[in-house]
């Protein structure tokens, strides 16, 4: 008898490995003639229901979020919450890729069934590309384990044994600074180490984002860019931003790539976490949108309190329209929730002066309604970007957050 059960119990992994590395599907929902910025829907076999563009990924360490426990996630918003962003080098120091295939891959191994995976090898807090000592073997990477390097086949003997929903192919992300060698180098790597990955994927590349890396050079990523269009790839995911270049170059260079790309696949983005950085790639195209923002937020004790109304404007008692500092002493005796409408967990049962506390005695317990609170917030921030686009005011909603940010800091540099 136990025989059998575990005969049952291993089809139904199977069956499970099987349907969670089925295609995905991805289709445009509404297009700004004239515009780049769009709005899709990815369809992704775990979710209940497809996941409305652009949005955001959730970083996660082992493949939950950094503070919100599994029985805590239904509490920020679903759909816009199901889909997680993991790194295959978080789990160097873990299992090892067979034990974790033997278990059923990632969804198993962390117990989400009705969530979504995208894997990619960079993610901006734990592992970080170190450009200096990748070469033509493989990429490097400081990691929890030191610094590694990262050879294709390493990389997809890690991907395969967790099986996510996407994944993004080994890439040789170089910062702004670097020469045009060096950018040139990167690209050829990095197309290289594509066609190493896709040869090694044994599910036939139905799942895989081609990396597009380039630097701060056009012409690079325009290279990269159109080499990785011909290969059999399901999406794109640009690396290398967030690494040194500047706000007013950052748009040149995405639409640069974005218009080479087929309009039909989704786009990623890793390294573009500020609002309006998430608004600049929106307007080049960007669908999905892998960010540090609410971990670094979180961690420092803010709470993000800019509207989410386009017509709204909020600041508050320490001067700041976009978030506050609840380590401050102003909120010990506040007893008012961190915004007054949000329907957040956190903000339905708890006040500030009670996070102040928590903080304060250094309880996890703040860290975890925060990024309960700033995930919340951040989700319903693209799903107002979502609403401009199909409305056909997004021009004006970008236009109208970047002059709010402007005229804060003007006033701020004015009276200090």
């Known amino acids: 008898m136990l025989s059998i059960l575990n005969n049952l119990a291993n089809r139904a992994l199977a069956k499970t490995g099987e349907r969670e590395a089925e295609a995905m599907k991805f289709g445009i929902k509404a297009w700004r ?28 360490r082992k493949g939950l979020p950094t503070y919100i426990s599994p029985d805590l996630l239904p509490s920020v918003a679903s759909p816009d919450s199901c889909l997680l962003q993991a790194s295959p080098l ?34 901006s807090i734990l592992c970080l590309p170190e450009y200096e000592s990748t070469n033509k073997m493989g990429a490097s990477f400081e990691t929890t384990c030191g610094r590694r390097l ?48 896709i040869a090694l994927d044994k599910v036939g590349s139905r799942n895989v984002l081609g990396a597009i890396v380039g630097g ?126 949000c329907r957040c967990y956190t903000c339905q049962n708890h006040t500030r002066a009670y996070i102040n506390h928590l903080i304060n005695v250094h309880e996890m317990l703040a860290q975890i309604l925060l990024e309960i609170h700033n995930t919340h917030h951040y989700l319903g921030f693209f799903r107002a970007i979502r609403e401009a686009i199909k409305e056909g005011e997004f021009d004006l909603f970008h236009e109208n957050f970047v002059q709010s940010r402007h005229d804060h800091m003007t006033a701020v540099a004015a009276n200090s």
């Open 90 to 123: 978080h789990f160097l120091d873990s299992a090892s890729p067979k034990t974790i295939s033997n278990i059923g891959g990632l969804h198993q191994l962390v117990s989400l069934h009705g969530y979504s995976f995208t894997a990619a090898p960079r993610d």
């Open 150 to 197: 990262i050879k294709p086949a390493e990389y997809m003997e890690l991907v395969s044994a967790l099986n996510p929903n996407l994944w993004a192919t080994l890439a040789d992300e170089v910062p702004a600074w670097v020469s045009e060698k060096r950018n040139k180098t990167s690209v050829d790597r990095t197309v290289r180490w594509l066609d190493e990955c």
């Open 33 to 60: 003639n004239g515009g780049r910025e769009r709005v899709g829907s990815l369809d992704l076999v775990n979710n209940n229901a497809a996941i409305e563009t652009p949005a955001l990924v959730l970083t996660t």
């Open 216 to 341: 701060s050079s056009i012409e690079q990523r325009v290279r990269c860019a159109e080499e990785v269009t011909r290969r059999n790839v399901s999406g794109y995911w640009l690396g290398g931003f967030g690494l040194g270049e500047t706000i007013d170059e950052r748009p040149a260079l995405l639409c640069a790539v974005t218009d080479i790309l087929p309009t039909e696949r989704p786009r990623q983005i890793s390294g573009l976490d500020l609002p309006e950085e998430v608004l600049q790639g929106v307007a080049s195209g960007i669908d999905l949108f892998n960010s540090t923002y609410i971990y670094h937020l979180t961690l420092g004790g803010y709470a993000l309190t800019f509207p989410l109304n386009r017509n709204e404007r909020r600041i508050s008692d320490e001067g700041n329209d976009i978030k506050i500092n609840l380590k401050a002493t102003i909120y010990r005796k506040d007893t008012s929730p961190i915004i007054d409408d």
